[in-house]
């Protein structure tokens, strides 16, 4: 009734060859994951800090920075300065939605330095932009 496959399959590789792609364990790809976040998420704070210096965001700075490194086995991050014409309220709101990825990457990999460090920024971020919060909570009502 049916016609038997006469290939081989293309997702089997024969025993002693090596595969023609290399393979990551979930932890490694998990890694990766979590450090572009936490990357991206330092340069929307380098802009911040460019548009508005601030003690608390030259820590968190360092303390991203120094994450992004471990998780990239100690290669420094790029850094950013500000972007022309863009507003601290929208870098607040990217650094706030960053930082979400960056804690459900960190849970899932249950990277607790990672997690109570994005969690930070989330709350930070919210903080720093209270009204934008009201608008949000009076349309859901």
């Known amino acids: 009734m049916y016609e038997p496959i006469r290939t081989k399959s293309v997702h089997t590789t024969m025993a002693g060859t090596t595969p023609d792609f290399p393979h990551r364990s979930r932890e490694e790809e998990l890694d990766i994951q979590l450090a572009g976040h936490l990357a991206a998420l330092l340069a929307v704070t380098d802009e911040l ?79 720093a932009a209270p009204e934008e919060r009201q608008e949000l909570s009076g349309a859901a009502r």
């Open 49 to 127: 800090r460019a548009l508005a210096p601030s003690a608390d965001l030259d820590a968190a700075a360092e303390r991203l920075a120094g994450q992004v490194a471990r998780l990239r086995g100690g290669r420094a991050p790029a850094r950013s300065s500000a972007a022309p014409g863009t507003g601290t309220r929208a870098l607040h709101r990217r650094a706030h939605a960053l930082a979400g990825r960056a804690l459900v990457v960190a849970a899932s990999r249950a990277d607790t330095a990672a997690a109570i460090l994005a969690a930070e920024r989330m709350d930070a971020h919210a903080a």
